[in-house]
């Protein structure tokens, strides 16, 4: 989500949609906790701070054992709780299920006390420092070894943390670079996703259904026994 401060104060929050229009959904980032109404300290006039609105794992299953208690839908995985939650009509019932906000990138910003940072490292020390959490796992590689040992190192303390990852994000940490590089399509050049390999689970066939398509075409289907991956 995008969350724009005018004078320090928060005016308006609009999920990222196709990267042109999101949907409105003020009223409810209200209601996260972890998103500051108000800028205590020095601040540009316009800011736009961009992050991810999440579910922690914990409010996951408490969500979920509410819901099933009170026979309503139980959700498959924090990422779409969290991505519904934020579209509700009613901010209360965002409000209850404890959505957390991470802030990692800016949008407009207006410079007249100068560039907001240098450094992608100096744009997440200086949102911390006006009360956005950020990323607490996060380090400055000189090398591709370094890199390497960092995705490691995220990978053996995965299951420690209190939200889901898929992998980790490595970025150039010049903003100036940042900028000369740009995008490809919605892509940076400057960012990189390195991911880990998929969650797996065995199941068992039970049986094998054949399907007559339109054409007359056989396929064969197999039945499985349920099994939950992530």
């Known amino acids: 989500i995008n969350l724009r401060y005018e ?3 928060l005016v308006s929050a609009a999920t990222r949609g196709d990267g042109i229009t999101g949907e409105d959904v003020t ?10 109404l108000r800028i205590s300290g020095p601040c540009p006039k316009i800011l736009e701070v961009r992050g991810e609105a999440i579910m922690h794992t ?6 979920n054992r509410r819901q099933k208690q009170e026979g309503g839908k139980v959700f498959v995985n924090a990422r779409n709780a969290a991505a519904g939650c934020l579209r509700q009509l009613d901010p209360s ?3 209850k ?6 802030a990692y990138s800016l949008g407009e910003v207006s410079e007249e006390q100068g560039p907001f940072a240098e450094t992608q490292d100096g744009l997440l020390r200086r949102l911390e420092s006006m009360g956005f959490p950020v990323a607490h796992e996060r380090r400055i590689c000189r090398s591709p070894e370094q890199l390497e040992a960092f995705h490691q190192h995220v990978l053996e303390i995965r299951k420690t943390l209190p939200f889901g990852i898929d992998g980790v994000v490595y970025k150039v940490n010049s903003l100036r670079l ?7 399509a919605r892509e940076p050049r400057w960012a990189c996703a390195h991911k880990y390999p998929p969650e797996e689970a ?5 049986a094998i259904d054949v399907q007559v ?8 289907v197999a039945r499985l026994e349920p099994v939950f991956v992530g």
């Open 97 to 102: 299920r404890r959505l957390h906000f991470y």
């Open 178 to 184: 940042q900028k000369l590089l740009g995008f490809i």
């Open 27 to 36: 009223a409810n980032a209200r209601t996260i906790r972890t998103i500051p």
């Open 93 to 95: 019932i965002t409000a």
């Open 7 to 9: 004078n320090g104060l």
């Open 202 to 206: 065995l199941t068992r066939v039970t």
């Open 213 to 220: 398509g339109r054409t007359g075409r056989l396929t064969p």
């Open 58 to 63: 914990a409010d996951f299953e408490a969500l």
